[in-house]
């Protein structure tokens, strides 16, 4: 604003600042939401960098983490409000993680088990897991706790057993080899200690399965067996 000597203030000039400071805020307004699409902060640096004492007129800009400013000469002026800085940070940190977490699925639990036990009096037997939805499905039924079937033999080849529940089926030609763990009909367990070819769905296999090793621990008649991870 321009005074003369009598006291008397000239309007024109302060009319004019305060359209430059009008213009300045619509034109953050502007370009603002454009600086922001492409990150969490359009401005990077220190508060103290832009710090600037001269007497200014102060234009801020809602939902942003920036003050833009005129000075008493007209000069516009740009500083970051630290504490707005680290809130929008830390927000976009907690939703990557949050995004990451929401990412993890029940199949992708059961899937990390590849290994499942076979307890058969005071022996246990390590069987290697299938990679399908029906050994998948058996891997999170052994999560709630073991699982013990009561056995009978079939056919001089095979021990099976109902589970008590329905699993997903994954049925193909197979020609079973001792050790192979099948599921039969969607509901039953069976362990093979000599070769069939039928239908079925292999949910784990011995590991170093031979069948006279097998026939040692199941024996001929029927048997009480124990899965679990």
């Known amino acids: 604003m321009a005074c003369s000597s009598l006291g008397k203030c000239d309007n024109t000039d302060r009319i004019s600042r305060r359209d430059f400071v009008r213009a300045l ?4 307004a502007v370009a603002l939401p454009m600086g922001l699409a492409g990150g969490c902060s359009p401005i990077e640096g220190n508060a103290a960098d832009s710090e600037d004492t001269r007497p200014r007129g102060s234009v801020r800009l809602a939902g942003g983490a920036t003050d833009m400013s005129a000075t008493s000469d007209g000069e516009a002026i740009m500083s970051e409000r630290p504490n707005a800085w680290q809130d929008t940070s830390a927000r976009c940190d907690a939703s990557v993680t949050c995004d990451a977490n929401a990412s993890t699925s029940t199949d992708e639990e059961t899937s990390m088990y590849t290994t499942m036990h076979i307890t058969i009096g005071d022996q246990t037997l ?41 699993l997903p089926r994954n049925d193909a030609q ?20 000599d070769t069939n070819s039928w239908s ?22 029927d048997v009480t067996v124990t899965f679990s991870l």
Do not use: C, W
């Not at 805020?25 to 953050?28: H, P």
């Open 200 to 221: 079925f769905t292999r949910v784990a296999r011995i590991d170093g399965a031979t069948k006279e090793g097998l026939l040692d621990i199941l024996g001929t008649d």
């Open 174 to 193: 197979t020609t079973t080899q001792p050790g192979d763990v099948i599921l039969y009909l969607g509901n039953q367990l069976t362990i093979y200690y």
């Open 126 to 166: 390590s069987a290697t897991l299938e990679d399908n939805s029906s050994a998948h499905a058996l891997a999170e039924l052994l999560q709630e706790g073991p699982l013990t079937i009561d056995m009978h033999d079939y056919g001089n080849m095979e021990k099976v057993g109902p589970i008590g529940q329905d």
């Open 25 to 28: 805020a619509l034109l953050g």
